[in-house]
């Protein structure tokens, strides 16, 4: 006996609970979050997932039930979906059973009720002439016969449900009567009743046979009517973007040919003119361009300034170092400082400069479908998804890091800054450099194996020197340092958390990047904005940078605020615009920063500021007035040829040169990357395949330490008892407990955040060759 029913729901109750559901032969059953509600199941990974994430869901009106044994249950809509579903007990199950028979119930009713009311509906006025008037008023037509045969069907049934009632009495009562002889007339009246039970059951199964006909005609109508309609809607999108690439290269022909005053246009935004040469790469489809139809109005606008602060700028005490009489050149003031400093670079006694390579092997033309590899791999972790070697660059991601140095002038010269504020720019300017090889840059690079190390010593042509260290794997986290001998150190570290949406790939960069300067003390950090590739599916591919980044100098609380403006068809904008505002702690505007951040970037001393127009979105803003803008960064052109050596900037190609005396762990010495750089690539997929499957061997020996050292803390560490030794234990049981080589972690006061820095160590060992305590990990 099954359990009694709960009582029938009213419409609009829904019913929750977990669920056992089966996902695949090595996972079996996993436990999920079923929602029934208005005729649809739907289950979630938790509760917590019902306000964003449904992982699926099943429309019962077509849906069939079926119960496999006490506790098993089969959900199906005819082959497209299929739940294999268990309940904790045979109650529970029966519980479920009973919910979805009436909601199934309730959805068939309402979807029949829906067709009713279509039928009373007057037909919706023609979309597109005579032919759009016709179409509706035959689906008008088609639905009032399918509604007369659903009629005809409820009919047939009710008399079925009489005469069946009506013959099984009198069955009954013939089994009474069988013992006494007058049977006569009792048998004439079941021989009627069974006739006419035969008459209105085959009266059902015509009108069944006449309904399904003629639903099955006017399916594939509708089937061929809504592929019709399908393809016109594509058709217009495709239309849509072309006019809309149309108008955006007309806008930028005009804008090229137009030629502004210097006082009427920003200066930064004014040479422009060879942005069409390059915009290819950002002129592909995708499906978040067309959201923003409106440009995205500007936070602040730039005037000139009134010729009296000209005249008055270099008497200016305000303690700005170098503005006078320089307003026709670049970024010269700083070159003065640098030229009357004892301890000018032009002092010191030269010595020979290595000589490095300027050319790589040409990347192959091996064809490979990226979206076969990545259909599946929807909403995952990207660093999670094995990827051949075809779409990389022969570069790890360390090396990639330490391509943030390739402008390393700017520190350098924020070093010798005078002012607080003049340094911010430099920082700024710097911040914004490091994006400037991404532009095409689309290849992906070489995730670093855990304890991979990277070294740049260019010390002697360039006076600084950088390590990277891979400090963990998951999350793959690297840790970068560098120590120039101009004054100034920098230190980051970059976790990188990337997701998979379909035509785009998403990626972020979490964690901090901190700049030192030996002699201002002046201790900046910010962060970096987020990276998109797009048109993964179909198309050319191309890189946007999006997101604000707020530069922050923790000693005098001066900020910079920095807005990446993401790519847009509709913008008048140039592309790739980056614009930013310096400040002081008061929150007083100094200094504006604007251009690209694949090009330059400019600066601009303010004058004066005032509240200016209301924008579009009806927010006042700043009008400031400032002084001829000044460039303060520019891109160094590509080497020849870069377009078959993967887009490397001069300092990329040298960064996988091979030199002696690293360390045995550094990226220059990984097998698959080299191979990939010399053209190998079949080699260098079954090398990258070894060194990960060595990688995962040696985790899975970490992991059996660390639970050996957990389940006996104290004999793990000889003298730890109480809370420190269970904490160690806990640290000691995550998968990826790995200690560093070269870095610690350190809780920086001025920032408030964790992160490793270098604990020294490494060149020494470099200049002893000693190199013992590496791991082998290549």
């Given at each position: 006996m099954s359990e009694p029913k709960p009582p029938t729901p009213t419409p609009g109750d829904t019913y929750k609970g977990w669920l056992f559901k089966w996902t695949n032969y090595i996972k079996g059953y996993q436990r999920r979050w079923f929602v029934l509600s208005n005729g649809l199941l739907s289950y979630y990974r938790s509760q917590a997932e019902m306000g964003h994430t449904c992982r699926g869901t099943i429309n019962l009106a077509t849906a069939n039930i079926a119960v496999e044994d006490s506790c098993n249950f089969v959900i199906s809509n005819g082959g497209a979906q299929t739940y294999h579903l268990k309940a904790s007990s045979e109650v529970e199950r029966q519980r479920w059973i009973t919910a979805l028979e009436l909601a199934k119930a309730k959805a068939v009713h309402m979807q029949a009720e829906s067709d009713d009311s279509g039928d009373e509906c007057p037909a919706a006025p023609p979309s597109s002439g005579q032919g759009g008037g016709c179409?509706?008023?035959?689906?008008?037509?088609?639905?009032?016969?399918?509604?007369?045969?659903?009629?005809?069907?409820?009919?047939?049934?009710?008399?079925?449900?009489?005469?069946?009632?009506?013959?099984?009495?009198?069955?009954?009562?013939?089994?009474?009567?069988?013992?006494?002889?007058?049977?006569?007339?009792?048998?004439?009246?079941?021989?009627?009743?069974?006739?006419?039970?035969?008459?209105?059951?085959?009266?059902?199964?015509?009108?069944?046979?006449?309904?399904?006909?003629?639903?099955?005609?006017?399916?594939?109508?509708?089937?061929?009517?809504?592929?019709?309609?399908?393809?016109?809607?594509?058709?217009?999108?495709?239309?849509?973007?072309?006019?809309?690439?149309?108008?955006n290269h007309l806008e930028r022909a005009f804008r090229g040919a137009t030629v502004l005053p210097s006082s009427f246009s920003n200066p930064a935004l004014g040479n422009k003119g060879g942005v069409s040469g390059k915009g290819d790469a950002s002129d592909e489809d995708d499906d978040n361009e067309f959201f923003d139809a409106m440009e995205d109005p500007a936070e602040f606008i730039t005037v000139p300034a009134d010729p009296k602060y000209h005249r008055r700028s270099g008497s200016n005490a305000s303690g700005f170092s170098c503005e006078t009489g320089m307003d026709d050149q670049?970024?010269?003031?700083?070159?003065?400082?640098?030229?009357?400093?004892?301890?000018?670079?032009?002092?010191?006694?030269?010595?020979?400069?290595?000589?490095?390579?300027?050319?790589?092997?040409?990347?192959?033309?091996?064809?490979?479908?990226?979206?076969?590899?990545?259909?599946?791999?929807?909403?995952?972790?990207?660093?999670?998804?094995?990827?051949?070697?075809?779409?990389?660059?022969?570069?790890?991601?360390?090396?990639?890091?330490?391509?943030?140095?390739?402008?390393?002038?700017?520190?350098?010269?924020?070093?010798?800054?005078?002012?607080?504020?003049?340094?911010?720019?430099?920082?700024?300017?710097?911040?914004?450099?490091?994006?400037?090889?991404?532009?095409?840059?689309?290849?992906?690079?070489?995730?670093?194996?855990?304890?991979?190390?990277?070294?740049?010593?260019?010390?002697?042509?360039?006076?600084?020197?950088?390590?990277?260290?891979?400090?963990?794997?998951?999350?793959?986290?690297?840790?970068?340092?560098a120590l120039s001998e101009k004054g100034w150190t920098l230190r980051q570290e970059i976790t990188l958390a990337s997701k998979f949406r379909g035509k785009y790939l998403s990626i972020m960069p979490l964690g901090s990047i901190?700049?030192?300067?030996?002699?201002?003390?002046?201790?900046?950090?910010?962060?970096?904005?987020?990276?998109?590739?797009?048109?993964?599916?179909?198309?050319?591919?191309?890189?946007?940078?999006?997101?604000?980044?707020?530069?922050?100098?923790?000693?005098?609380?001066?900020?910079?605020?920095?807005?990446?403006?993401?790519?847009?068809?509709?913008?008048?904008?140039?592309?790739?615009?980056?614009?930013?505002?310096?400040?002081?702690?008061?929150?007083?505007?100094?200094?504006?920063?604007?251009?690209?951040?694949?090009?330059?970037?400019?600066?601009?001393?303010?004058?004066?500021?005032?509240?200016?127009?209301?924008?579009?979105?009806g927010k006042q803003r700043t009008v400031y007035q400032t002084l001829k803008a000044k460039e303060i960064w520019k891109k160094n052109p590509l080497p020849e040829g870069a377009e078959n050596m993967y887009f490397f900037s001069s300092l990329a190609l040298t960064l996988n040169e091979s030199e002696e005396g690293v360390a045995p762990t550094d990226s220059r010495r990984r097998p698959d990357q080299r191979m990939m750089e010399d053209g190998r690539w079949d080699e260098a997929n079954a090398e990258k395949q070894k060194l990960e499957e060595k990688q995962r061997i040696v985790r899975r020996e970490r992991e059996r330490?660390?639970?050996?050292?957990?389940?006996?803390?104290?004999?793990?560490?000889?003298?730890?008892?109480?809370?420190?030794?269970?904490?160690?234990?806990?640290?000691?049981?995550?998968?990826?407990?790995?200690?560093?080589?070269?870095?610690?972690?350190?809780?920086?006061?001025?920032?408030?955040?964790?992160?490793?820095?270098?604990?020294?160590?490494?060149?020494?060992?470099?200049e002893q060759g000693s190199w013992d305590m590496c791991p082998e990990i290549f």
């Open positions: 179409r509706n008023l035959e689906i008008q037509s088609t639905l009032r016969t399918l509604g007369s045969k659903v009629e005809d069907l409820n009919t047939c049934n009710d008399l079925i449900v009489k005469h069946g009632s009506a013959l099984q009495r009198s069955l009954s009562e013939l089994e009474v009567l069988r013992v006494s002889g007058d049977v006569g007339d009792k048998m004439k009246q079941v021989t009627e009743r069974a006739t006419l039970f035969r008459i209105t059951s085959n009266a059902m199964i015509n009108a069944c046979r006449d309904f399904l006909s003629l639903a099955q005609s006017h399916s594939k109508r509708w089937q061929k009517a809504l592929h019709s309609e399908r393809d016109q809607r594509i058709r217009l999108e495709e239309t849509l973007e072309q006019l809309a690439k149309q108008h670049s970024v010269n003031f700083d070159e003065l400082s640098l030229a009357s400093n004892p301890e000018s670079p032009q002092t010191l006694e030269l010595e020979p400069v290595r000589q490095r390579r300027t050319r790589i092997p040409d990347k192959p033309n091996y064809y490979l479908n990226l979206w076969s590899i990545m259909k599946n791999c929807i909403g995952k972790e990207l660093s999670k998804i094995p990827m051949p070697v075809n779409f990389n660059e022969p570069l790890s991601m360390l090396q990639r890091l330490s391509e943030d140095l390739e402008y390393y002038e700017l520190l350098d010269k924020a070093a010798k800054c005078q002012s607080s504020l003049e340094q911010m720019c430099y920082v700024a300017a710097f911040t914004v450099s490091s994006y400037s090889t991404t532009v095409h840059r689309t290849g992906k690079p070489f995730n670093p194996l855990l304890g991979e190390t990277f070294e740049l010593d260019r010390l002697k042509d360039c006076g600084y020197r950088s390590l990277c260290e891979q400090v963990s794997h998951h999350p793959p986290a690297a840790a970068h340092h901190q700049c030192l300067f030996d002699k201002s003390e002046n201790h900046y950090s910010w962060k970096k904005v987020t990276t998109t590739v797009h048109n993964i599916i179909v198309g050319k591919l191309w890189i946007d940078q999006s997101g604000e980044i707020d530069v922050v100098n923790h000693k005098t609380g001066d900020r910079c605020h920095l807005k990446f403006a993401p790519y847009s068809y509709f913008s008048r904008d140039v592309p790739r615009k980056v614009t930013g505002v310096v400040t002081d702690k008061d929150g007083k505007a100094h200094y504006v920063l604007s251009g690209t951040w694949d090009e330059k970037m400019e600066f601009s001393r303010i004058m004066q500021s005032s509240k200016g127009e209301n924008g579009t979105e330490e660390a639970v050996k050292a957990a389940s006996t803390p104290e004999e793990a560490d000889g003298v730890e008892t109480g809370t420190e030794a269970s904490e160690v234990s806990d640290e000691s049981a995550h998968p990826d407990n790995y200690q560093a080589m070269w870095f610690d972690k350190f809780d920086d006061p001025a920032s408030g955040e964790t992160l490793h820095v270098y604990k020294g160590g490494y060149w020494e060992a470099k």
